[in-house]
């Protein structure tokens, strides 16, 4: 077992911009979710990616969207940024939607100017 | 609206001493419960978990306790070390269809374990 990586572990963006955030999930974890986490809140769901489908999305914009790759690797993409956007994004695999046990990874850290 | 809430933004227990953390929820259709820890620079780390058809489950010095009529569960930590230090989330989650895997977390509670 490798764990979660997340890359880049922190991002400043410019208002307007577009950014890509990057998850490798532990080794055969086939669901992947990804989280938003602002200062002093708890998580926030974004959206589920089961076997490279979107699997469940949470209460954010289409602006928000993804990818889950064959290799268990996954993206989260965010356009037109908002400096509400600065947030923790946190990344987290599971084995077969797992029902919540979850393995996160660090998380990266982006800052919207 | 907040489904489920930790009120306690902090809590302060003498080493050796138990530590209580408390959860509360709103949403019926939860039936899967858990804790998870989180230290500064990291991602939050499973603890314990407990399903709804159970009221109580132990994993060592953790203990979870549901209560299913209040919409209530807490974490037990007996007996409380520094090393517990970090931030507790309370996170619930629904079984079937889109729902299944996706926690919804409490705003943490900020655990301090003084020597």
């Known amino acids: 077992e490798t764990g979660v990586t997340q890359s880049p572990t922190h991002l400043i963006k410019t208002r307007g911009q577009q950014v890509t955030l990057r998850c490798s999930s532990q080794s055969g974890h086939n669901t992947v979710s990804w989280y938003q986490q602002a200062l002093g809140q708890g998580p926030q769901f974004i959206f589920q990616?089961?076997?490279?489908?979107?699997?469940g999305r949470g209460n954010f914009p289409p602006r928000f969207s993804g990818l889950q790759f064959p290799n268990y690797s996954s993206e989260l993409n965010v356009n037109a940024l908002e400096l509400d956007d600065s947030a923790l994004y946190l990344c987290?695999?599971?084995?077969?939607?797992?029902?919540?046990?979850?393995?996160f990874g660090s998380g990266t850290r982006l800052t919207v100017v | 609206d907040q489904q489920v809430k930790q009120n306690s933004p902090s809590l302060s227990v003498q080493e050796g001493r138990i530590s209580i953390l408390n959860c509360d929820y709103t949403n019926s259709m939860f039936d899967y419960f858990l804790w998870y820890k989180k230290y500064p620079a990291e991602g939050p780390t499973f603890l314990i978990s407990i399903s709804s058809i159970k009221d109580k489950n132990e994993d060592g010095r953790f203990t979870v306790f549901l209560n299913k009529s209040a919409k209530h569960l807490s974490l037990h930590i007996v007996p409380s070390q520094p090393g517990d230090s970090a931030v507790y989330f309370c996170?619930?989650?629904?079984?079937?269809?889109?729902?299944?895997?996706?926690?919804?977390f409490g705003q943490g509670t900020i655990l301090t374990v003084h020597p």
């Open positions: 996170a619930a989650s629904g079984s079937g269809g889109t729902s299944y895997g996706k926690l919804t």
């Open positions: 987290a695999s599971t084995w077969d939607r797992g029902g919540g046990g979850y393995t």
């Open positions: 990616y089961y076997r490279e489908e979107e699997n």
